[in-house]
């Protein structure tokens, strides 16, 4: 008798060959992505420190769209800082123009300290300019008297700032990001840590907002000025 047939399909999409390089021209990855979708990086990739300069991924180039056809992507990377290692007293030293003018700011950093100084405050500076940055114990003697009894067992520490061998210790509206490193002792809860600096008109110690990683053992606090700074726990509230 009669008969109908339905005739049956298979649909087939093309896929297509995705490259994603890093910014020195090494594989990362190779994909096999259908037609129209977005292709996707699995991860973030890294370019690491080269000893100069701290890098940050952007993006790819180019741009990811849906897939067409084969496709290479290569990693992107800013400058997100320079890096300059204090010396073993505690010192570092740079000249302005020295920087590339595309980063965020100037990491300096030592084993135990670190200090991020924006790119915006340099830019007010001139290019030839010598920038110093000191960090250490202040001596005994140059402490005012009246804050000794806080001080106590807490971590007392100068920072300075030098500009063309001027003192700079006021930023204006600029900031600094400061951490150090501080090991808390046995039973001390991380919530009590803060850090105060010294008011040079005052000769007061006030108290400044801070961050304890418990992860790091790093205090971390954001400053307009540099000046002598306490790390330690907060009095005790009876």
Known sequence: GDAIYTAQFDEVVNKYTIIWKNHDGTVLSIDQVAYGDLPEFDGTPEKEMDG???YIFTGWDPEVVPVTGDATYTAQYLDLAALILADDNGMAEFVVGDIHDSVVGVFVYADDWDILI???LLEKMSPDSV???SVGTPNIVDIP???LPFIGDRKMVSLQMF???AGYSDFGDEEMIVSFHYVLENGVDP???SVWYMNEVTLELEEAIA???VETSYITFVTDHFSYWVI?????VF
């Open 163 to 165: 500009v063309d061998d």
């Open 191 to 193: 919530s009590t840590i």
């Open 232 to 236: 330690g726990e907060k009095a005790p």
């Open 52 to 54: 100069d300069y701290l």
């Open 211 to 213: 961050y304890y990683d």
């Open 145 to 147: 008297s009246n804050i």
């Open 131 to 133: 920038v110093r940055i």
């Open 118 to 120: 924006p790119m915006t």
